[in-house]
């Protein structure tokens, strides 16, 4: 049989497959001698983390050890994909570490947001998802909105503690990393990973100047987000990269809005009201009557309505319908995990529907803004 050769940077099984998952190696560095994965050839090289992946189970078991650790545990969550990112099982896990929360993205919210409502809004998630927090910090790694304040809260809390990062895919988890290396280490020296003793393989601990260590986790792929279902060539469509522009619909009932062909809500019952889209502005929204709707699907998915197109939407999986009744006097979004949410303005009462490809996470939710 092949004998694993082993990266000697993390200590992970080297492969040179799939360049998104941990181990990678181009075949062509495979002669360097010692050979390094592509992530600590990064780190060590540019000092810059990269993004691998791992699925949940995988995840769950590098989690199960940062409860034995001394830690402090930066939990890195998506504000467009707030549900769909959060790692909601991590409070088993961490043990009595302390957690900050940074919730980035935030620049992708319209510019006139009230962010203490916001903030109240993410307290409240938490408390119903059953994860205590040091701290919650609202950031943008892109817009380097948030960072000085989440660098202050990891400085007060790190004490002689190592940093572990966590976070779904693509919530951002690199570009802070490189944010925290450039901080807390000398950047006139190499920066040498190295094995850690007593953590899995497939962490990758970067040194800081005090002796301690950032440890960056994988990012954890959760099926039910959007972003993971769709091709490359989609995503760039579902994940917004400028500030949403929320694009009210006055509605009778029996009116549908498609999302592209990504989605579609149905407005079923109740008063004239206004809905509020919050959706990538590369997601064309088309309105019709409900009653018409299933036709216009068959017809033109993939035309009319796109994204995603023709050849892409087969990849997709059926539909699935779920259907809410908002009651009166609430204020609700109703959220399809990585595309975005429909805010039900009116307190009126509405009974509707979203129609989601099948594994997808859609909720109803107390408006996020
Ligand atoms: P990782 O997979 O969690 O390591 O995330 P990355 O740092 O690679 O970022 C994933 C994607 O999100 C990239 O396309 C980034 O440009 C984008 N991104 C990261 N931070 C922000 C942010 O604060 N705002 C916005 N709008 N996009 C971001």
């Known amino acids: 049989g092949s004998q694993a050769v082993k990266c000697s940077g993390c200590g992970i099984a080297i492969q040179t497959e799939q360049p998104e998952l941990p181990g990678y190696t181009p075949e062509k560095a495979m002669d360097r001698d010692p050979v390094i994965c592509q992530r600590c050839f990064r780190i060590k090289n540019y000092n810059e983390a990269s993004s691998v992946a791992v699925d949940q189970d995988e995840f769950l078991r590098l989690l199960s050890q940062i409860g034995g650790k001394n830690a402090l545990v930066i939990h890195i969550v998506d504000l467009f994909d707030f549900e769909g ?157 400028n500030p949403l522009k929320p694009a009210v619909y006055q509605l009778n009932e029996g009116q549908t809005l498609f999302f592209g062909a990504m989605a579609r809500f149905d407005f079923i019952q109740g008063e004239r009201q206004s809905f509020t889209c919050f959706v990538g502005s590369r997601v064309g929204i088309h309105r019709t009557k409900l009653e018409r709707a299933d036709e216009l699907y068959a017809e033109h998915a993939g035309e009319l309505l796109s994204p995603p197109n023709r050849e892409n939407i087969g990849k997709l999986p059926e539909w699935t319908r779920h259907e809410f009744r908002i009651k009166r006097g609430m204020r609700m979004d109703l959220f399809v995990s990585g595309l975005g949410w429909v805010k039900v303005n009116s307190d009126q009462g509405a009974l509707c529907a979203i129609h989601a490809p099948r594994g997808v996470k859609v909720l109803a939710r107390p408006s996020l803004i």
């Not at 961490?94 to 935030?106: D, F, Q, S, W, Y």
């Not at 408390?127 to 400085?155: P, Y």
């Open 85 to 241: 990112s959060l790692i909601s099982g991590l409070q088993r896990f961490v043990g009595n570490n302390p957690v900050i929360l940074a919730v980035n993205k935030i620049d992708l919210l319209p510019k006139v947001t009230n962010w203490n409502k916001v903030l109240n809004w993410v307290q409240k998630q938490c408390k119903e998802h059953g994860l205590k927090t040091e701290e919650i910090v609202l950031c943008s790694a892109k817009k380097n909105q948030g960072f000085d304040r989440l660098l202050d809260t990891v400085a007060s809390y790190r004490g002689d503690r190592d940093v572990y990062v966590v976070g779904a895919t693509n919530v951002g988890k690199s570009t802070l990393i490189n944010r925290l290396i450039r901080d807390y280490s000398d950047l006139e020296q190499e920066l040498t990973v190295s094995r850690y003793p007593g953590t899995t393989l497939d962490m990758v601990n970067i040194p800081l100047d005090d002796g301690r260590f950032i440890i960056d986790t994988p990012g954890i792929v959760y099926p039910w987000r959007y972003s993971e279902l769709v091709t490359r060539e989609d995503l760039g469509a579902v994940m917004p990269d």
